[in-house]
Nanobody
Framework: QVQLVESGGGLVQAGGSLRLSCAAS????????MGWYRRAPGKQRELVAG????????NYEDSVKGRFTISRDNAKNTVYLQMNSLKPEDTAVYYC?????????WGQGTQVTVSS
């Protein structure tokens, strides 16, 4: 059974950066589109970035374009999200899963808090 483990979150000031990691155990992610999702307080979970199996194509939600970069290392079975120029509205719990339709069991997520 696949387990997704997200890490790298934390508390950062507006304008700062964080790099999130998502490691998968129990299976190989290299054959799947993968994405980073987030759930802000009081809001539904939304997809913010996606990447194709080989990493050759990426897509981003409009509010993070130019600030976030998704990447993957299939040899390490890991997906990353580099987040720059963070804003208070980026505060959320961040998760990884398949995209556009998540079908793996959700991990615990990693909390990102951006202070103004």
């Amino acid at each position: 059974q696949v387990q997704l483990v997200e890490s790298g979150g934390g508390l950062v000031q507006a304008g700062g950066s964080l790099r999130l990691s998502c490691a998968a155990s129990g299976s190989i992610l290299s054959g799947y589109n993968m994405g980073w999702y987030r759930r802000a307080p009081g809001k539904q979970r939304e997809l913010v970035a996606g990447i194709t199996p080989g990493g050759g194509s990426t897509n981003y939600e409009d509010s993070v374009k130019g600030r976030f970069t998704i990447s993957r290392d299939n040899a390490k079975n890991t997906v990353y999200l580099q987040m720059n120029s963070l804003k208070p509205e980026d505060t959320a719990v961040y998760y990884c899963n398949n995209e556009p339709v998540p079908f793996l069991a959700w991990g615990q997520g990693t909390q990102v808090t951006v202070s103004s």
